[in-house]
């Protein structure tokens, strides 16, 4: 028992990164050919980090280097609780180590952008830790209990029960994806935003460490879209292909607009879209 | 042993307290108050290792709680026509008369049961009164000699100042351990003094100020208090805490008589707790010196009104008024949260954050299952040290770079390295897992699953926290690179915050030990089950959610051992100044950039403060609007 | 092996950062032209980022002049090694027709080694693409590698 979650952690932290980097190259590759152009090879993104890890080492200074570090290691653990079933508000708190310790290495730096920068990415988790926490709180009405083994009990699919909620946990994906029109803080590749934001004074090697922190985010909110549809392998590929495909269309028709802007609309129509879907649970 | 143990823990500090306030020698008063601070925290950890007990100290003493709840408030009505505060005056003058009536012809003879009880919750309270508040005793000795010397004072006023924090200490001991609720209200009145007194001390205009608004509004919960008490004497015929309690079940109905004294008691632990719309008085009293804001108004006297609220809990469980408590808790939790991010001002984040959590506290206590009282017990005892610890931090901070001001922090580490590092330690305690606040904080918000109101609030709350958190602690740490300069403090103001920080991160390990010797047993005993089973591998686990405790600090710790490693391996070959398009200068050892006209121009960073979304000149008037609202809805829906 | 990955990443990765040193502009267009769907450099794993901290190759326009050679020099010392610079233009290259003027310094191999020159005023965005495609194959060569 103790051995297959042992087997089943170490899984999960080696292929996370890995698929959430070939999650990115399709990304870049679909958008590409949305904006018709052809776009990079699937496996770019690996290119990209493989490349930074023989760049020089460069810091400002050496706290940069330590929050780096910090945030992979809860990024990365966020992920293997996820798939050792822990309790869900239990996985965002130890995602929030990971989130924190980098807007304190933006903030570490004396450089405007990235302090800026670090300034909006707490605006960004404003925006999305309150939509998380409402998302796990109504996954815990209906299953009965905040762990991940109890959604997989469940006889059919969450979304059944709280489809607004999953709209609600569509705002923080494309939060924590730094999609259009929430990439405030610093955008996903090659779109620039007061420079690079938090990631501005990052290079190299520090740099790679904090995109595959990324890569494990991804799968993680990835994993809890995926728990919407837990009673069939099937259904839940097509709910994170059909929900990934729709956030590339929203990144690339939207614009970025302001943190107000943001904080407004996502708080706002994530608190509504819970007490619609709460009342709408209770009355049945 | 047991008297001596009360004795010590009640008693001594009033008469250490007299000693103090006559000792003029600086060397004697510090040894004094480092012989008390270590004979208290012995007398509470022998108090642990006895466990739950039940004493009656002499008559005498009943006597003497009778005269000094009057000297108490003859003093206070003094002080309100010194003042001329109508509102301090009339107060007064009814709690007097109404004393006065209650003692003489309502109470038939003097009590026959003990006056003082403890269960596990008393102790946990003398635990951390007596650890974190004698802690800060210390620190005071090495702070007010500081503070002293910057205001130029020509006589010292420590004896006094001394004489008031040693009194508290007692006082607050006697609070928790009361059972007969007329002596509670007498160690409440005290409390109320002493606040009063030291947030004046300074004696400065805006002090003198501050301390009047703490006072009446004190006051107003101490009329409260006792009328409560009077109240819930007429319905259940006895004045004994520990009866009442035991007879909790047959009380606890819908429409009870007893809600109406619940009501007043929850009220009176409101205004002490500072909680929306009194919250004034608590970050005006930030003006006192700061071992003042670290032991009165964040780790224990602000406490004694959760705890009141915490251990009234069972009597109102599962009633509508219970469902109102839990709702003016979260939403204090919400908007304090929310007024804390407008701030820059250190102390005042650091009082906002203070009513935040207790408002999170009493929102659990209105919640009322075991798994909420657990988060509740727990809130209080990690949040005392943390906070204890921060205020310790800033007060340590303003006396060396002059400012308490977030922003005059930037950089902080360069100057004073071990003080930033133990504020980031308060910091990380206080918002991430794998410590003993947040697991608090998600026992808290796990537990009010099924009330989706306050389950709002607290998710908006939080996500509130921990943006000005992290905002202070990353803004300590930006400085070039290079060695720190080395630190130099008082023993007395360093042992205090070493302690603590230690204290605080062990005490979150030993999180599974406190959960079954201290917690566990007071929920079992007043709600017949324990929320929560500690597994083999320390963790906390339910039918509702699962805490990883051992495992987690395990990982994390060795991710973050990891991650030190590394950042020691950064050679000064790698550092690079940071990127001002191509214009970065070097200004006196900081970063910058070559102006338009070729000069140089030093890099200024501020924060966003929004003050025009959270600040508090914008929100406050609707706060307190809405808070009062809630508060009549609590008396009419839930109490009447 | 590693070793072998990371050189191999280096030629599929180039990430550049564009400089206007003084340029008339046109340079500029052509270079930001090859970002388009039209000629779509990221094909080849090129992006366009923000600072030379991310960068690994730094393109520049323009005669570079006394009041911007400094900037110039600030941009690539903050880019980490290892690194190449595509001087573009005319301009670029040696100072083009403002060679004579009295700000100009001429060129940017004046202030910073420079490892290919694409001539041109403007440069075609064929030509830009064919000179990122010449510094690869210099970076290739200098590792060691064959394929």
Redesign the interface.
Known sequence: MILAKLLLAIAALVLAPIAGGLISGVDRRITARLQSRFGPPILQPFYDVFKLFGKAPMVVNTWQALCAYVYLTGAALSVVLLFLGADLLLIFFVLTVGAVFLVMGALASPSPYSQIGGQRELLQMLAYEPLLILVFAAIAMVTGSFKVSAVFDQTHPLLYDIPLMFIVLGYALTIKLRKSPFDISACHHAHQELVRGVYTEYSGPYLALLEIAHWYEVILVLGFCALFWATSVGGMILLLVLTYFAEIVVDNVTARLTWRWMLKSAVGMGVALTVINMLWLYAR | MLDTLVFVTVLLPFLVAAALLVLRGQNVRKVVLVATAGVLILAALAMLRHGAFSFAPAPIFDRLVTIGDFVILFVVLFVGFRRKNQIIIWLTLAQIVGLFWFESFLLKDHPHFPAFFADDLSIVMVLIISIVGSLIAVYGLGYMKVHEEHLHLPKSKQPVFFFFIVLFLGAMNGLVLANNMLWMYFFWECTTLCSFMLIGHDNTEIARKNAERALWMNVLGGTAFLFGVILLHKTTGTLALQDILARGSQYAVAGGAILAPMFLLVFAGMTKSAQVPFQSWLTGAMVAPTPVSALLHSSTMVKAGVYLIVRLAPLYAGTHFSNFVALAGAFCFLVTAALAVGQSNGKKVLAYSTISNLALIIACAGINTPAAITAAILLIIFHAISKALLFLCVGAIEQQIGSRDIEAMRGLHAVMPRTAIITIIGVVTMMLPPFGMLMAKWMAIESASGQFLVMIMLALGSALTVLFWARWAGILLAEPFGKPKPERQYASVRTPLLVLASLAVLVSLLAPAVYTGLVAPTVAMYYKTTAYSVTMLGNLDSKTGMFIIYPLFILLGLGFCYAVRQAKRVAASQVSAPYMCGEQLDVDGKAGFRGPLGQPVAVVNGSYYMERFFGEDVLTKWINAIAIAVLVLMLFGGAL | MFEN??????I??P?VVH?DCGSCNGCDIEVLACLT?MY?I????I????????A?VLLVTGTVNNR?K???K??Y??M???RAVIAIGACGCSGGVFREAYNVVGGVDKVIPVDVYVPGCPARPEAIIDGVVAALEKVKAALGMTA
């Open positions: 990955m990371i050189n191999k990443s280096r599929k990765s990430w400089f769907p779509d990221e094909r080849f794993g992006i366009n980022v923000g600072n030379p901290k991310h690994d911007n400094h900037v110039l600030n941009i010392d903050q980490p090694t290892p």
